[in-house]
Every structure is written in C-alpha cells, then in structure tokens.
C-alpha cells in the first residue's frame, strides 16, 4: 500500500482548496488574461468573477490555465464561455473581464469520479483516501444512460463535472493513475501505484451492467477495450505529453 500512501499524500498537499488571484492583464481579442500566482498547474479550470459590492457577485466566464512562468508567478488563462448556470429564466450581463476582476480555480477538487477497470482496484484507492469525497460511478453511468452513450466521451464528463460539481477526474491504467482536471481533461498528476489487475469491466467499473445505447453518433457503440480507449483519450486532450505517450507505448509492448 506504500504506492497509495504516496498518492495520498500527493492529494492532501496539492488538492485542499481553491486557488484565486486578481487578473492584471486582458487581451479580448485571443481571450486571454494573465494572473499573478506562486504555483499552479496547466489544465487547472475555473472561472472569473466580477465583485460589484460586498454582497453581490456574477461569474462572468470559465478559464483554463494554459501556462505558468515560474520565474516570473505569471499564468495565462484562456477565456471560454461559463455555462453551468445557463438558464433562460435568468437574466444574463454582458459584461466583460477586465482587470482587477477576481479569478478562481481548482473549485470542486474536493471531489472527484474514478475510471476503474475492476471494483478491487476501485475500493483499494478511494477507501485509502478520504480527503477526496467520491463520487461513485453508478452515478456517472446514469448520466451515460441518458446520453445513450455505452461509450464515454468528453461531453459525458462536461456534463457530471458541471452538474455534481466534480472537479477531478482519476484514471487508472496499467499501474498509473492519473490525475485530471475533470473540465479540461488535462493531466495534472501521474502516480504508480502498483495493484494487481485480474479483471476488467466496462466501460469501467460500476455495479450496473447495462448502459442504454443510441442508434448512431460518438460513444454509441460499446467500448471495446479499456486500455486503448481512455489512453487514447488521454492523449487526445494532452498531445505534448511524453510521459503519457510513453506508458502507452510501453503497454502496446508488453501485449505483444
């Protein structure tokens, strides 16, 4: 279990809370604004907010971190639309970011879903860390059935993430597990953790065997291995990410 104590660890120390800082550049042209921070991590989403007195706020847009000098503290965030609260009962402002405005990310990151190949694995890693509450698969699986989609794909996580407030991700494979931003699918973490795996489940493990099926379109179909799928995913969403490519590469090897 020493592999898990690490990862735990890892957790604790990085995950506790929410970051924020105050915006100090803003270009509306490449909706990009910069911030002034000790330590962050590329992929971190969140979302900017504009305070107009002490009591009254709005959440203007989401942010993605796209990268962070750690010479200078300065990390550039890409603007992009805030939905989760959409509503056409609502009244929406159309105002814009500007600086000064408040920026906060990792919220959510208390709590997280993990993509488990098997229960076995699943119960070892979320029953050893309880600073994470857990959301359990079951639940994504509902959402999967209502999108028709026996397959995950990223518009899957959009939505439990943004619903269930859910603002990591982990996914297990071939004695990693990675740790994602559960919005921008960015990898923020690799952990070993070293567990026998003696089955597979899919598309992950979850206690419900079926998952409703739409006729056509992405995820329809079944999935059909588990590895090749969310490895694939993983590098879609990390295309620079050599690390990932390389364990990739290496479980292709050991098939042979």
Known sequence: MKYIFVFVLFISSAFGST????????????????????KIDVGMSGFVIR????????????VVVESFDKQSGVATLKLSEYKDLESSAL??????????????????????????????IYNKITKNTKTIQWIHPDIFVSVLSKNSHPTPVEEDFEQISSSLN???????????????????LKVLNI?????????????????IDEIDAAWFGEGSDKLEAYEPYYY????????????????YKKFEQDKE
């Open 166 to 184: 859910v603002g990591l991700l982990f996914v297990y494979l071939n004695k990693k597990l990675y740790t994602l931003d559960a919005r921008s």
């Open 91 to 120: 009244p929406r402002g159309e105002w814009k970011v500007k600086v000064g405005d408040k920026v906060v990310l990792a919220f959510g990151y208390s709590r997280a879903l993990l993509i488990a190949p098997n229960a076995d």
């Open 51 to 62: 305070e107009f007195d002490k009591e009254h706020s709005s959440i203007l847009n989401a």
């Open 19 to 38: 970051l924020s800082s105050t915006i100090v550049s803003v270009d509306h042209d490449d909706e990009i604004v910069t911030i002034k921070i000790d």
């Open 191 to 207: 952990s070993d953790i070293s567990l026998e795996q003696k089955s597979v489940k899919l598309p992950f493990y979850s206690r």
């Open 232 to 247: 694939e995913l993983l590098i879609e969403h990390n295309p620079n990410m050599q690390e990932l490519k390389d364990a």
